[in-house]
């Protein structure tokens, strides 16, 4: 009787919630079964799996999805690696702390239009570019980013924006290490790397893990800086899922193929969650 | 023979002067409690010691050795801090070989030094666990069992009881009086707690303000104390002082006016001249309540009954309040007329500068 109550008052929430989630759903799977081209209005027709096919055999889907991953992992690692030597760096008081700080946080502050827009126009061009002008006062050839490195190009952008975030959590962590525990290993005879080996990493590794689950949500669907900056290219170079299934989308107007290759990355998205839970996940249990 | 010897340690924080001077040596075995109120240097003097905190002037010695400038790791010396501080991340195995593993101690060494540690500290069952699937006092004990393991010259122990509930407490008291008996190593433990003091150590530390007040053995320092806030510092509930008014001289003894009465005191236990004002100090338990021929009356304000005893809080004619210990069932009332006796033995004299100016009873009569 109690448990009848309790479901009738939490259905109104549920309901609207699955709602909210099926809808979309149902109806991107309805569109990625039909013909959906918006140059050819009315004819609707049923395709079966050949959105599916199309989209898979597309000259930009292995590329995209290599790229998705190759994106995905570097990041995280940059982030996370460079993230945790910063944050311990930066824990120690020392003057110019909290300006030191701000700094370290603002770039999340940046919305990614911007960031790719200083990171094209300011850092790499490779005309008038920082990079350009450090390489030429060394003597060297200017390199042109976008076009020869598009992809690590893109990961130097979207590294710089998430850095950030990964520093301000391990900062937060950092702050509630136990400093009796650091001083027990001091008088044990550790040394800071010890401390930083034993202590410090094991304190870090449910913030790291809450980094990459929350990164990994945002990192498969990269877009922006991509847009802006290299436009998916030179050819697929640096084009991910998330800008192929907008090429497919808003370039070729083929919102069928579109729906069909936004399912696959649905289907991509829970592939790497399961193999990213069972890495990471057990140390968010308890 | 001191084995620990510390000489005129100063410790200066940016605007602060933590510590103004310390003088102590302490011999090997010797188990020595720092005890005093909140903020008087305790704690800073056992981490100057332990290497944590850098001193600003003076020099630590131990065991013939200069250990000042050294790093705390190099000081053979083991601590167990206030929060345990277990790493939380490694087993009770792993806590207690934590400092061997680090030293490079082969393997079948530690195992067996592990072994018998956990063996004396009733460890063995819980060696697999981490530290929070331990209760508190399993806790206290493998913080303990990580010092012992390292066998240092000398244990510090920072406020170890006090995240214990009473009766834990209590017991792990006791453990620590047995450990010492059986290490025989030399511990240096800090409390706030003057029981925790009295009842473990050899001598007690007594600090005020960054300096030492006094040190003695327990006894000493309650029967014995040489300033008004030792003597009020020892001891529950704290001692009672009263004014007095007017030092009157007889032949042998003097005689004091507390405003409610005279108390005459031998003139042989006095140190020096007698100056020309004092206090009177009196423990509640050296005065008793009684029918008639008391020093002095007063009426009772309030009982605090303990069970064991009762502590009364008697209003004197002159508005002032004193305790008195009483025995438990005394059958006394609140607003009921007493007279006090009091124990001329154990009358303390301070003069103005609140130092003690009085002697012993049994000291006196040598003289």
């Not at chain 2, 501080?85 to 087993?91: E, K, N, W």
Request: net charge negative; proline share 5%.
């Amino acid at each position: 009787m109690k448990r009848t109550i309790t479901r009738l008052l939490m259905a109104p929430s549920v309901i609207l919630l699955l709602i909210w989630m099926i809808v979309p759903l149902s109806m991107t799977i309805y569109f990625s079964t039909i013909r959906f081209n918006l140059l050819y209005p009315g004819q609707n027709n049923f395709v079966g799996w050949m959105n599916f096919e199309f989209f898979i055999t597309d000259p930009g889907f292995m590329p995209a999805v290599l790229n998705t991953l190759i994106l995905l992992i570097s990041v995280l690692i940059i982030t996370v690696v460079l993230g945790v030597a910063l944050s311990a760096l930066i824990d120690k008081p020392f003057f110019g702390q909290g300006i030191v700080r701000v700094l370290l946080i603002s770039p999340f502050f940046i919305m990614p239009t911007v960031n790719a827009l200083i990171w094209k126009n300011m850092m790499m061009n490779p005309v008038y570019g920082v990079f350009a002008w450090i390489s030429q006062s060394l003597g060297l050839e200017p390199i042109d980013w976008l076009s020869d490195f598009p992809l690590m190009s893109v990961i130097i952008m979207v590294s710089w924006q998430w850095l950030p975030f990964a520093i301000l959590v391990f900062v937060t962590a950092l702050q509630s290490q136990d400093t009796e525990q650091k001083e027990a290993a001091q008088m044990d005879g550790a040394t800071g790397w010890h401390i930083f080996r034993y202590l410090t990493i094991p304190h870090l590794s449910r913030p790291i893990a809450v980094v990459v689950m929350i990164e990994t949500i945002f990192l498969l669907a990269v877009f922006a800086e991509i847009f802006v900056s290299t436009g998916g290219g030179p050819g697929y170079d640096s084009t991910n899922l998330a800008y192929l299934i907008y090429n497919q989308a808003l370039l070729q107007y083929d919102v069928g193929v579109a729906s069909a290759g936004g399912l696959f990355a649905v289907i991509l998205a829970n592939i790497v969650a399961f193999f990213l839970i069972r890495a990471v996940g057990k140390n968010l249990t308890v | 023979m001191s084995y620990l010897t510390i000489t005129e340690l100063q410790k200066h924080y940016d605007s602060y002067h933590a510590l103004r001077g310390i003088n102590l040596s302490i011999t090997e075995g010797e188990f020595v409690v720092f005890v005093g109120p909140s903020g008087c240097g305790k704690s800073t003097l056992l981490r100057t010691i332990a290497g944590l905190e850098s001193s600003s002037e003076g020099s630590i010695n131990l065991d013939n050795r200069d250990i000042t400038e050294l790093a705390s790791s190099k000081r053979d010396l083991a601590m167990v801090f206030q929060s345990y501080a277990l790493y939380p991340h490694m087993t009770v195995a792993d806590n207690l070989s934590f400092a061997l593993r680090l030293a490079k101690v082969p393997d079948s060494e530690i195992a067996e030094k592990v072994r018998s540690v956990s063996a004396s500290l009733q460890l063995d069952p819980l060696l697999d666990r981490k530290p929070k699937e331990l209760s508190g006092g399993q806790r206290q004990r493998v913080a303990i069992g990580r010092a012992i393991v390292r066998q240092p010259k000398v244990f510090l122990f920072d406020e170890p009881l006090s995240n214990l509930d009473a009766a834990l407490r209590v017991q792990m008291r006791l453990e620590l009086a047995r450990l010492h008996k059986k290490l025989g190593t030399t511990m240096i433990y800090v409390t706030h707690d003057q029981v925790e003091a009295m009842t473990l150590a050899d001598r007690v530390v007594i600090l005020n303000a960054g300096q030492i007040e006094q040190v003695g053995t327990p006894l000493e320092l309650y029967r014995q104390p040489n300033s008004r806030f030792v003597a009020e510092f020892i001891g529950t509930p704290k001692m009672n002082l009263l004014e007095v008014f007017d030092i009157t001289r007889q032949d042998s003894q003097l005689s004091l006016d507390i405003g409610v009465g005279h108390i005459n005191f031998p003139n042989n236990r006095i140190n020096g001249p007698v100056p020309s004002s004092v206090k009177l100090g009196i423990r509640p338990e050296h005065m008793h309540l009684v029918e008639e021929g008391g020093d002095f009356s007063g009426k009772i304000e309030l009982v605090e009954h303990l069970g064991s005893e009762a502590y009364t809080h008697i209003q004197l004619d002159n508005q002032q309040t004193i305790i008195v210990k009483a025995p438990a069932r005394s059958n006394i009332q609140d607003g009921q007329l007493v007279q006090i006796k009091i124990d001329l033995d154990e009358v303390i004299l301070f003069n103005d500068s609140d130092r003690v100016i009085s002697k012993l009873a049994e000291d006196a009569t040598n003289d």
